[in-house]
C-alpha cells in the first residue's frame, strides 16, 4: 500500500510541474512564432528551436518518474523496505525535477516570445529599408546578414533551457540516496 502511494505521489505531484513548464513554454514560444511569420514568413523553420527546448522539458519528468519508480520496493516478510530517508529523498528529487523545469519553461516562453517577434521586425524592417532604396550602412542591417539578434535569442534559450537540465541533474544525485533499515528496532510492521 505504502508503494502505491508513493508512485502516485510521484507521478501526480512533480510531473505535471514539467509538463506545464514545457506546455507554457511551448504555447509563449508559439505566440511569438506566429506573430513573427506574420511580417516573416521566411524564418518560420529558423525560430522553430524554443518549441524544441520547451518540448524537451516534460522529457526531462518522464526520466526521474521512471526512475523513481524503480526504486519504490515493496515489503518483504512484512518489514517495509522502503525508509522514509528515501520516501523524502525521492520527493526532493521529484519537486526539484518539476520545479526547475516549471521555471525553464517560463523563460524559455518569455524569451523566445519576445525574441523571435523581435527577429521577425529586424527581417521585415531590413527588407523595407533595401525597398526604399537604401544601400549604405542603415542601422547595421545592409552590410550584415543580421543574425545578430537570432544569435543572441538562441543563446538566451540555451541558458533559459540549462535551467531544467540543472533540476534533472539535482534529481538524478537525490534519486540515488539509499538508507537500509537494520536491526528489529528500525523495522516497521504491519
Not at 11 to 36: C, E, H, V, W
Not at 101 to 117: C, E, K, P, Q
Request: with cysteine; charged share 10%.
Amino acid at each position: 500500500m505504502c508503494e502505491f502511494l508513493a508512485s502516485i505521489v510521484l507521478l501526480t505531484l512533480f510531473f505535471p510541474l514539467t509538463d506545464i513548464g514545457g506546455a507554457y513554454g511551448t504555447a509563449k514560444a508559439g505566440q511569438g512564432i506566429m506573430a513573427m511569420g506574420i511580417r516573416s514568413p521566411e524564418l518560420l523553420m529558423k525560430n522553430i528551436i524554443p518549441v524544441v527546448m520547451a518540448g524537451v522539458l516534460g522529457i526531462y519528468g518522464l526520466i526521474v518518474a521512471v526512475i523513481l519508480n524503480g526504486k519504490i520496493t515493496s515489503p518483504v516478510a512484512q518489514v517495509i523496505t522502503y525508509s522514509q530517508f528515501e520516501g523524502f529523498a525521492h520527493l526532493a528529487a521529484g519537486l526539484c525535477c518539476g520545479f526547475a523545469s516549471l521555471a525553464s519553461g517560463l523563460a524559455i516562453g518569455i524569451s523566445a516570445d519576445a525574441g523571435t517577434r523581435a527577429v521577425g521586425a529586424q527581417s521585415a524592417m531590413a527588407a523595407s529599408w533595401k525597398k526604399m532604396g537604401f544601400s549604405g550602412d542603415a542601422g547595421g542591417q545592409a552590410g550584415g546578414s543580421g543574425d545578430a539578434l537570432f544569435v543572441g535569442t538562441v543563446l538566451i534559450q540555451v541558458f533559459a533551457g540549462n535551467l531544467g537540465l540543472y533540476g534533472l541533474i539535482c534529481a538524478l544525485i537525490l534519486s540515488q540516496s539509499e538508507s537500509s533499515c537494520s536491526g528489529d528496532a528500525y523495522n516497521n510492521y504491519y
